[in-house]
């Protein structure tokens, strides 16, 4: 016996979605999923099942971005904020530092050169990362300690 499979969103056909399993994309957020499983084999009529409807896909959800700041607490040194777990290659990660509780206007990316304004003051990251059809999920470091 072979089964053919037909998903659907709102009860409309969803081209190209024909296997046993079928991963939700951004167009399902807010929509229900049904399946048929069609049965078929030689010398029998197709008999066909359409499952219960699924509750209105969700967002997906990131777990909290973990993540660790590394370097020298010097002038002229190199911060660098490193990601500690996998996230999708798609994600957009993003870096805003701060020297102390302002925002550091340009300092935007994984790493951070730290300049005399940073001396005596201590260094933060806050990491947000995005994907369209996940919540957005942002966390800040912990302050390092006053930079020489």
Do not use: C
């Not at 296997?19 to 008999?47: F, I, M, N, Q």
């Not at 990601?83 to 990316?109: D, N």
């Not at 951070?112 to 996940?134: D, E, F, H, Q």
């Amino acid at each position: 016996m072979k089964f053919a499979y037909q998903w659907f969103r709102d009860g409309a056909t969803i081209k190209g979605a024909t296997g046993s399993a079928y991963t939700p994309v951004v167009a399902d957020e807010g929509r229900r999923l049904v399946v048929k499983v069609t049965g078929l084999k030689a010398g029998y009529s197709s008999v066909s099942r359409v499952s219960a409807v699924t509750a209105p896909v969700s967002k997906g959800l990131f777990s909290s971005p973990n993540f660790n700041v590394k370097g020298k607490l010097r002038v002229g040194h190199r911060l660098k904020a490193r990601l500690t777990h996998s996230t999708p290659a798609r994600a957009l990660v993003k870096y805003q530092w701060y020297r102390g509780k302002k925002a550091i206007k340009g300092a935007t990316k994984a790493t951070y050169k730290l300049s005399t304004k940073a001396k005596g003051k201590k260094i933060k990251v806050r990491v947000t990362i995005s994907l369209p059809g996940y919540t957005t999920v942002s966390k800040m470091s912990k302050a390092t300690k006053k930079v020489r």
